[in-house]
């Protein structure tokens, strides 16, 4: 079809005059009979920010349905600071356990807590067993995006009226630190109540495997790490600070009693003074009294210290 040439100009006009009114003028406007509804998203531009970092994971692996187990970490969750997100790795009959409480379950429902079974084919029933699944390297790659592992036992502590917080040692960048083996110790503790890195076991672990009966996971995991260039790791008078097992020191951060409630050290427990002042300093630890009388009646002499690295 032919124009004249002069119609052009008027032939554009009328095509993106056309544009327009359909791409940026409301059909209710130009339409008789249209109704424009306006939908109303409340969040919408609000951004909520999750209130978990997930860089951090606290973890308790439990398949017993102790007594003491609701109130231990109920008590955990409220010294951990807010952030840090908790997961209870237990047993069917543990996990309907704590369960039951009525606080268990608001964490559960606002994400602070998840319950998940232990994997089947990772064993936690006996010192071997535990080792074993706590060398694997995929044990700790389902724990990611965690960085900051806090392992904690039923066994285990943190007290309300410590001066630091778990963030504190978070801080000073530790590949590892646990209750201190002793005062003179180059790196090493307990790994019943323990923060750890998670990027520096995967690299001692995609490199190197735990052969069975080999030494117990924190003491194989530490002698690794303790010659890997880019860990660092707390020293035994450092770790003092950390956690109480058998070294003592007025006022740590937390206790740990040791090899599952077995043991309690001598050193620590055996003079009533002593016991005194840390039922003074942190009365909690009375959760995991039911542990102890027999233990002072044993007068709390076993002990696993000679063995440990230096
Ligand atoms: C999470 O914690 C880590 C370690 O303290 C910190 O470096 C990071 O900035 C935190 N992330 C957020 C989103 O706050
Ligand atoms: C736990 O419960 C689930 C579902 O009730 C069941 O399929 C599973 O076999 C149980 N696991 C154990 C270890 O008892
Ligand atoms: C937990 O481990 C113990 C210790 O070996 C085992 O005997 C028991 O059957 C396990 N309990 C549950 C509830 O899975
Ligand atoms: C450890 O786990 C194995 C299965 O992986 C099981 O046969 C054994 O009974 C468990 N218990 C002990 C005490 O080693
Ligand atoms: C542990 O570290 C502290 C602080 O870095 C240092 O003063 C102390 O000498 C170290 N102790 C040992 C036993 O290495």
Redesign the pocket.
Known sequence: MLVPRNWGPILSFIFFGTLTLFLFIEPSRVLPGTISVEILRPNHGKHTPSPYNETKLALLIE??SQPHLTPLLLHFMSVVPPEWPFLFLG?N??IAHIQKSGPIRGYISNGKLSVRLIPEDMKV??QENLSKTMTRVDFYKMLLPAEWLFIFQTDSIICANSRVSLNDWVERGFSWVGASWGQDTKYGGNGGFNLRRVSHLLEVLTHQNRHDGEKLEDWWLTDRLGHMPNAKMANGTEEMEFSVEKIPYDTPLGYHTGWGGKLLMSQVWKERAQREQIFEYCPEIKILMPMVPNREAQGCEKDISSSFPS
């Open positions: 398949n017993r047993s009959e543990s029933d006996s």
